[in-house]
């Protein structure tokens, strides 16, 4: 078995914003992502609203696409949104399955 290095970015931001960023992720190189709902508290409190859920999005990808989509989260969504990303190295089977072609 072979184990390829590459990057993990994570994203949780309000659910009414997942459909545009993960579709801007795929255009910034991204081969898939994964979404789940979470809850949590931070640094803008816990939402107040049942309604208004929170998502996290995981992408594996190669450090510069995980660069981009990195950019993009700062520069679009953390000045006026419940947002945090980081990013964290993986050992991934299948590594090329990661890396678009």
Partial sequence: MQLHTLKKVTIVIEDNLRQSLVK???????????CHEVQGFGSRGAR???FANNVEIEVVCAEPVANAILTFVAHNYF???ACIA?????QVVRG???VAS
């Fill in 48 to 50: 107040s609203d049942p």
């Fill in 96 to 98: 090329s399955r990661y």
């Fill in 24 to 34: 801007k992720i795929c255009e910034l190189g991204a081969t898939g992502y994964t």
């Fill in 86 to 90: 980081w990013l964290m190295d993986v």
């Fill in 79 to 81: 000045e006026n949104h």
